[in-house]
């Protein structure tokens, strides 16, 4: 007897299924049938891995949804949504401390903009922009009641990427030029290889 146990269950299945009587199976012929007329004809065996089956049929959907899109917007959404480990930040374990923890509010928001679904009414900024109903002007809005907020997460998630490089590393603010101060929407890290920089 085999001592792993795959062939062992192997050997079951066909012990079991050796005194039944088996079928010409109507259900998978027609099956074959309307695949071979919608994909091409099969040559030789039938392949035994799944996937063989199902990616021509996901391809073609992927691309009567491409060919449904009628703005360049919906094309990005689109195409960043496809695109390989779009969807990675999904598996991210909620730890609290490492601030990987969302609430439901923030996972909405996320999915919303990674899709380019409506997540607000549309409305007039306190700058008197109008904001539409995708919410995406929050990202550009220099009086946005996240921005400062974001600004020192970033701050501190670039600090403490750099300590455990072990990168030499200060206060963010002496080493950290901010976008405000920069005037270009930017933000700007001074350090070199092997020493900070002055400027």
């Known amino acids: 007897m085999p001592d792993g146990s795959l062939e062992i269950g192997i050997i079951i299945i066909i012990i079991i299924i050796a005194d039944c009587a088996c079928s010409d199976n109507d259900f998978l012929q027609s099956y074959v049938s309307d695949w071979s007329s919608a994909f091409g004809?099969?040559?030789?065996?039938?392949?035994?891995?799944q996937p063989f089956w199902y990616r021509p049929g996901i391809l073609a959907d992927v691309a009567q949804v491409k060919s449904s899109l009628?703005?360049?917007?919906?094309?990005?959404?689109?195409?960043?949504?496809?695109?390989?480990?779009?969807?990675?930040?999904?598996h991210?374990?909620?730890?609290?401390?490492?601030?990987?923890?969302?609430?439901?509010?923030?996972?909405?928001?996320?999915?919303?903009?990674?899709?380019?679904?409506?997540?607000?009414?549309?409305?007039?900024?306190?700058?008197?922009a109008l904001?539409?109903?995708?919410?995406?002007?929050?990202?550009?809005?220099?009086?946005?009641?996240?921005?400062?907020?974001?600004?020192?997460?970033?701050?501190?998630?670039?600090?403490?990427?750099?300590?455990?490089?072990?990168?030499?590393?200060?206060?963010?603010?002496?080493?950290?030029?901010?976008?405000d101060q920069m005037g270009n929407g930017r933000m700007v890290f001074l350090w070199s290889p092997g020493r900070l920089e002055s400027h």
Do not use: Y
Request: glycine content about 10%; overall charge positive.
């Open 41 to 49: 004809i099969l040559s030789g065996d039938l392949p035994p891995k």
């Open 70 to 90: 009628s703005t360049p917007a919906q094309l990005a959404f689109f195409l960043a949504a496809s695109s390989p480990h779009s969807g990675d930040w999904l």
């Open 92 to 128: 991210a374990m909620p730890i609290s401390s490492c601030g990987l923890r969302l609430d439901d509010e923030a996972v909405r928001i996320g999915v919303g903009l990674r899709l380019g679904l409506t997540l607000c009414v549309p409305h007039k900024c306190h700058r008197g």
């Open 131 to 179: 904001v539409d109903a995708r919410g995406l002007h929050g990202f550009v809005c220099k009086k946005a009641p996240g921005r400062p907020a974001r600004h020192h997460a970033l701050n501190d998630l670039i600090a403490r990427a750099m300590v455990s490089a072990g990168i030499p590393f200060h206060a963010p603010k002496s080493h950290l030029v901010l976008a």
